[in-house]
């Protein structure tokens, strides 16, 4: 009896193949994505506007001019250009994911392909839900705890005598928007952003960041706040992944739903060092702000253990395989 001839599927492919199909994908992802560059490029202003909103707005908050630093010519341009390339990347993330699914997806077994359709929309919603709860809740009592704290160093009371003979004071209006046409050498100042403005000339107008008096003047670099932000924002990312990270150890066989379940002080305990880890500031509230959302998760990855078990996942959620899913998984993949 002759030995079993060994076969090799229709769909097989030679590693060269696989560099080539790899280096197709990868020139569509770039290809794909620059006209999201040059609108970004375009919109880059607008981008670094708004991320500099709640910094602004908190600084406005605790009575400080809304006024940044750049302290090198650059500065300002290179986070430009790093704002528009991290929105680049953002926007083109579902086009490089596809590119990347095109890629992989031939290599997998049907039902392998059903845990990536669960797990990547799952992700990239807690992605999406860290993003906006870290701009709305979290960044606004961060910056107010940091600024606050470094505008409570206040100088020494300065003394109060009465004013020289013949001495008078020099009164400054306060408006809360600037006058149509002021006459050259007026002088007021703009309560809304807490600044002394002294016009020159038409189309040109002097401005002076005033402060509270504390001893250090709240004034950032536009550089260290947009690290800032990417930091925090890559770091909520990662944590709000618990329900995806706590399904896979399910799923795996690494950890028993029900024994974790039964261990909720010790998880509590771990969400209060990881968020004490995440938040520059560490104080309560903070703490607090950010402990319960990721407690709140971890539930959520428990329920979604219990309900979603891998079986679920791998049988299409109890539909029947169609007839081409079955000679898939019959068939060892590409």
């Known amino acids: 009896m002759s030995p079993p001839t060994m076969t090799t599927p229709q769909n097989s492919m030679s590693f060269g193949d696989h560099l080539e199909e790899l280096r197709r994908r990868l020139l569509l992802s770039i290809a794909g994505i620059l006209p999201v560059l040059v609108v970004c490029l375009v919109f880059g202003q607008s981008i670094l506007r708004f991320l500099t909103g709640p910094v602004e707005r908190q600084l406005l908050r605790s009575g400080q001019a809304a006024t940044m630093q750049a302290v090198s010519p650059i500065e300002t341009f290179a986070a430009y250009i790093k704002i528009s390339i991290v929105a680049t990347i953002l926007i083109g993330v579902p086009w490089i994911l596809w590119q990347l699914w095109l890629f992989v997806a031939p290599g997998l077994y049907a039902h392998e392909r059903r845990f990536a359709y669960f797990l990547i929309p799952l992700s990239t919603a807690l992605t999406a839900l860290a993003g906006v709860f870290l701009y709305k809740v979290m960044l606004p009592i961060i910056l107010f705890f940091l ?32 006058p149509p046409d002021p006459d050259p050498g007026s002088m007021w100042v703009l309560e809304p952003t807490r600044q002394l403005r002294v016009h020159v000339r038409d189309g040109m107008t002097l401005t002076l960041p005033m402060t509270s008096g504390g001893l250090i003047a709240q004034q950032y670099r536009i550089s260290d706040y947009i690290d800032l932000v990417f930091t925090l ?65 971890f539930e959520l990855g428990l329920l979604l253990a219990y309900r979603v078990p891998a079986r679920a996942v791998a049988s299409g959620f109890g539909r029947e395989a169609h007839e081409t899913d079955a000679d898939t998984d019959d068939e060892a993949p590409r």
């Open 147 to 178: 600024i606050t704290f470094g505008a409570g160093l206040s100088r020494p009371d300065a003394p109060v005598m009465p004013l020289p003979e013949g001495a008078a004071l020099a009164h400054v209006a306060i408006l809360s928007a600037d």
């Open 233 to 297: 924002g890559i770091a909520f990312a990662i944590a709000f992944q618990t329900p995806v990270v706590v399904m896979l150890l399910s799923w795996v066989g690494l950890v028993d739903p029900r024994a974790l379940g039964r261990k909720r002080r010790h998880v509590i305990l771990g969400c209060t060092i990881a968020a004490a880890i995440i938040t520059p500031t560490g104080d309560p509230v903070t703490l607090a702000l950010l402990t319960i959302p990721l407690y709140l998760l």
